[in-house]
């Protein structure tokens, strides 16, 4: 019986940018080609890797056979092995996560490049996937003759190509997938049954929207768009600055905590609907972006909710107890992000939001143990004066006298994960600990005070019933 198979494409796809560069140094690394980049090399590279494929530069790749007359085949695929593991590096996160899925499904994931066979093969056996279709250069007594053996991998040469391989594994390409960054794949996109634009180049981006293809990039998770190379949240970070929110004063401290690079759990507690704008401080001083954990009823708003899943959040029913968020939040961190968790999980209501003691669920900690990644709590004083609970805006008038915010950031805890209810106790008193003194200091909250932790419309005498069924909720869907 026939079945589908994944194909990706190389360059501006399952990578960032080009491999040329890295397979030439290889190349020079074992003496096949001597001397520095030629002049405009490194432009004609950097106009690939932000406008993809064109067929003048397509021409010269495809000169490359003439080129490597004479070279050596041994040579070149010891250059391959050489390269295989530096390409393997910057392979896209979410590339990655993709990958695993098609080969979770049953699929042969399959590598469709233009790049020569014996130059790319070792990047495949390296990734680990199954096969890969791509130009092969004619061989006579171990050395390259100068001419293509087969079909020249680009455009409906490469459709052909993997029609060839297709049909002698009984794989139906109405059942496979294609992912590609470039209109000239547009032969092999038509093809498949399920196809994807990645990284589109211009063309194939109005293809793609015209067709109604899904359009994705491989370095955010799904649903996160991106306009000239940026993704909504890097657009935020730009306009993340002190002098921009004159109705309050931000005082940030220890950003330097939060990891430059590689995933990480930021564990924060909740006072206010301006939390996550105050999170944002912090994260912008690191140029980060967050994968954060919120409630479905954020996601199920209109225009809000879309504003969301753009910014790349993570939507949870906390009702159903299901354990797909940790899922998606551990995809985030296998791929290389920071997620934000709030364990408490919702601002704390009445006289619990003056508790000296934080209470949190234990979801930050299973998706700890599951992770094996730091864990970096966060404290946050006096967003509740911006922007109460009791308000449905925050108080942007407030410019004469405004409220001072703190954000502290502290070093990462360090749990045992032998059991989540003790890993959860150290994260929030890590957090606690980041607090002033006046929050660990017992408060009696005056009416007003009591008022001001409740949504708008809701009062303390109402609340009882409200409370019985929040402690119903299975612990840790955060």
């Known amino acids: 019986m026939a079945k589908g198979a994944a194909f990706f494409d190389l360059d501006r796809t399952i990578l960032r940018g080009a491999s040329g560069p890295t397979l030439g140094d290889a190349l020079r690394e074992v003496g096949l080609i001597s001397g520095q980049p030629l002049p405009g090399q490194g432009l004609m590279f950097k106009f690939f890797d932000l406008f993809g494929e064109t067929r003048p530069s397509m021409w010269i790749t495809r000169q490359g056979a003439r080129l490597a007359k004479g070279w050596d085949r041994g040579q070149v695929e010891k250059a391959g092995q050489l390269a295989a593991p530096r390409l393997a590096e910057a392979v896209l996160p979410y590339a990655k996560v993709l990958i695993t899925e098609h080969r979770e499904a049953g699929r042969p994931v399959v590598l469709t490049t233009t790049t020569p066979y014996d130059l790319i093969r070792p990047f495949v056996d390296e990734m680990g ?18 001419t293509i053996d087969g079909e020249f991998v680009w455009g409906r040469g490469k459709l052909r190509a993997v029609r060839e391989w297709a049909d002698g594994r009984q794989v139906d390409l109405r059942q496979s997938y294609a992912y590609s960054d470039s209109y000239y794949d547009r032969p092999l996109l038509s093809a498949v049954g399920h196809p994807t634009a990645v990284n589109a180049d211009p063309r194939l981006m109005a293809m793609a ?14 649903g996160v768009p991106k306009f000239a190379g940026l993704e909504p949240q890097q657009v935020l970070m730009i306009l993340a600055r002190p002098e921009l929110f004159p109705f309050v004063r931000f005082r940030l401290f220890g950003a330097q905590n939060i990891p430059q690079q590689g995933p990480a759990i930021i564990v924060a507690n909740h006072r206010s609907y ?12 690191r140029g980060r972006p967050v994968r954060g954990l919120g409630k479905k009823e ?4 209109p225009v809000v909710g879309e504003m969301a899943k753009a910014l790349g959040g993570i939507r949870v029913d906390r009702a159903t107890g299901s354990e797909e968020p940790l899922v998606h939040a551990k995809e985030a961190l296998d791929a290389g992000e920071l997620v934000m968790i709030m364990p408490q999980g919702t601002i704390p209501r ?23 990644v730091p864990v970096i709590p966060m404290g946050m004083w006096g967003t509740e004066k911006v922007w109460p609970r009791s308000s449905r805006l925050p108080y942007l008038w407030n410019v004469t006298n405004p409220p001072v915010v703190t954000v502290r950031v502290g070093q990462p805890v360090h749990l045992e994960y032998t059991d989540v209810d003790e ?12 607090l002033p003194p006046e929050a660990h ?7 007003e005070e009591l008022a001001r932790t409740y949504p708008p419309g809701h009062s303390p005498e109402d609340s009882t019933a409200e409370a019985e069924h929040e402690s119903d909720r299975r612990p840790g869907t955060d």
């Open 129 to 146: 996937l199954d096969d890969v279709v791509a130009t092969r250069y004619g061989v006579e007594e171990g050395r390259y003759d100068g």
């Open 209 to 222: 929207a015209a067709r109604r293809w899904p359009s994705i990039h491989l370095d955010v998770p799904p």
């Open 274 to 285: 301006f939390d996550p704008l105050a999170v944002g401080m912090a994260l912008a001083q």
């Open 298 to 301: 954020v996601f199920d708003a």
């Open 350 to 372: 009445g006289r619990e939001f003056f508790s000296p003691e934080l209470k949190g669920r234990w979801g930050a900690a299973r998706l700890a143990e599951a992770a094996r």
């Open 423 to 434: 890993d959860t106790k150290h994260i929030m008193a890590a957090i606690g600990g980041l």
């Open 441 to 447: 200091a017992g408060h009696e909250p005056t009416p």
